[in-house]
């Protein structure tokens, strides 16, 4: 066995899950905090003990005012050409195969004390960038899904 998960009861909506290795001796926890209000989505949590906490946050949001500012500018841009419509040939389409606009999976950065801890697409790309991380605690990440 790799790892157990066992929820516990939290509160104000918020989901915690205790993730344990087979010998019964915990590794860490992944909470999923509601969002504050309706205009933002859901945030992740993922404790390891002698470790900072670690914060998954919306691609959008991490990094500093320029980073923001720069993915900001490029998604303007991708959205300007996107809307060139009449540059795309007849038969080709800009969007997915099926002819309609195509909801891509939610990517968050994780950051724990200013260092990027790891990046996920959903739960179908996970890629654990600092070494210190229990990648149990990210596979148990990917079994509760983002959502």
């Excluded at 104000?12 to 933002?40: M, N, Q, W």
């Excluded at 997915?96 to 179908?124: A, Y």
């Amino acid at each position: 066995m790799l790892c157990y998960l066992v929820a516990e009861e939290a509160e104000g909506g918020e989901r915690c899950h205790r993730v344990y290795d087979a010998a019964g001796e915990e590794i860490g926890a992944v909470r999923r905090i509601p969002p504050t209000s309706k205009l933002f989505k859901h945030t992740w949590r993922i404790e390891q003990p002698g470790h900072p906490e670690i914060v998954g946050r919306n691609e959008w949001a991490s990094g500093g005012v320029k980073q923001m500012a720069d993915r900001a500018t490029g998604k303007v841009l991708t959205e300007a050409l996107n809307g060139l419509s009449h540059i795309i040939p007849p038969g080709e389409s800009g969007t997915s195969d099926s002819g309609g606009s195509q909801r891509q999976s939610r990517k968050l950065e994780w950051w724990s004390g200013g260092e990027l801890v790891m990046v996920s697409h959903s739960i179908k790309m996970i890629k654990v960038q600092a070494d210190w991380l229990d990648r149990r605690l990210a596979f148990a990440f990917a079994v509760l899904g983002d959502s």
